[in-house]
Nanobody, 125 residues
Framework: QVQLVESGGGLVQAGGSLRLSCAAS????????MGWFRQAPGKEREFVAA????????YYTDSVKGRFTISRDNAKNTVYLQMNSLKTEDTAVYFC??????????????????WGQGTQVTVSS
């Protein structure tokens, strides 16, 4: 099993920045892709960003391209999400996810085997 713990959420004004971290423990050698998803009140959980194990390939939903950057440190078993130029519509609970299976559907929730409990990000106007 793999355990994921997110941190770094909080309250920030529009235009500000936050850096989310997700630390993995347990059978971390089995982790391939890692991703971030978010869920706003009354909405479905949606894909934000993902990164392959090598770190060489990253993927983003269109609404965060150019503002968010995903990265990972395999030695620390940690994935990061740097969020800049935050907007009120970025307000959501952000979830870290990890997959132990290779998939081409990296933006699909079903591709991930493990999930963190989430961290709240609130962007005020």
């Amino acid at each position: 099993q793999v355990q994921l713990v997110e941190s770094g959420g909080g309250l920030v004004q529009a235009g500000g920045s936050l850096r989310l971290s997700c630390a993995a423990s347990g059978r971390t050698f089995s982790i391939l892709d890692m991703g971030w998803f978010r869920q706003a009140p009354g909405k479905e959980r949606e894909f934000v960003a993902a990164i392959r194990r090598s770190g060489g390939s990253t993927y983003y939903t269109d609404s965060v391209k150019g503002r968010f950057t995903i990265s990972r440190d395999n030695a620390k078993n940690t994935v990061y999400l740097q969020m800049n130029s935050l907007k009120t519509e970025d307000t959501a609970v952000y979830f870290c996810a990890a997959s132990s299976r290779y998939t081409t559907l990296i933006s699909n929730l079903a591709a991930y085997d493990y999930w963190g409990q989430g961290t709240q990000v609130t962007v005020s106007s």
